[in-house]
């Protein structure tokens, strides 16, 4: 069925298709609502559209190779599962430390502005965070932490609003994907990976909490 719906599609809509699918299998996450540079008012991102429009399409091809395509239709994001964990990332504990202290911020923004489906902050107040937050023994370089956002941005976890993310003023936002790849559960893990000082941890990107991950070296 969703080849006979390929066979239909334009040229175009076949290389859209054909892009969207490589970003999927790449980036993991879709937003439904994506933030320009210096603006902070969220614009329908129009790939998710057109993944919603041919959604069986997409589901279909992603099948044969073993991805599963799934829509939270709550956070406004599509994003992929793999039961082999292919599309999984080796985290170093600074970076997985960072998550934790962005799934905390977003929390606590969330509770004062419920409306809103992404939270803004900045490198600074990320670092900031993370001392107040006493899971780091040292105050990171700013580089290791230049390194940790640029990776997350590059993830569909933060996306970059205004300036260099080589500043420390850089104005960043927390997409809902952030509550996909750090679960209640995962919370727990880090917690005790932080206090109790384990030594690797699984830290998933995919949603299932014991499915592929992200692991501590």
Do not use: H
Not at 7 to 20: S, V, Y
Not at 42 to 67: C, H, P, Q, T, W
Not at 181 to 189: F, L, Q, S
């Amino acid at each position: 069925m969703w080849l006979d719906t390929y066979n239909n599609l334009t040229n175009g809509e076949k290389e859209r298709f054909a892009k969207l699918t490589n970003y999927l299998l790449n980036k993991t996450f879709v937003t439904r609502e994506i933030y320009e540079v210096k603006d902070r008012l969220g614009k329908i991102n129009a790939d998710y559209r057109f993944i919603e429009k041919y959604y069986d399409l997409f589901e279909g091809y992603l099948k044969v190779i073993n991805y599963v395509l799934k829509v939270d239709e709550v956070l406004g994001v599509i994003y992929i599962e793999n039961d082999y964990g292919y599309n999984k990332l080796r985290l170093d504990k600074l970076t997985t430390l960072v998550l934790f202290t962005l799934r905390t911020i977003y929390d606590e923004e969330k509770e004062r502005n419920a409306t809103s489906s992404v939270v803004y902050t900045t490198t600074a107040s990320i670092l900031y965070k993370l001392l107040e937050l006493k899971i780091v023994l040292k105050k990171p370089t700013m580089k290791d932490m230049v390194d940790s956002i640029r990776l997350l941005v590059n993830q569909n976890i933060l996306t970059k609003i205004d300036g260099s993310i080589d500043d420390s003023a850089c104005q960043l936002a927390i997409l809902p994907t952030i509550l996909l790849v750090v679960t209640n559960e995962k919370i727990d893990a880090i917690y005790s990976m932080v206090f109790q000082e384990e030594k690797e941890l699984p830290i998933n990107l995919n949603q299932e909490v014991d499915d592929t991950v992200f692991n501590l070296e």
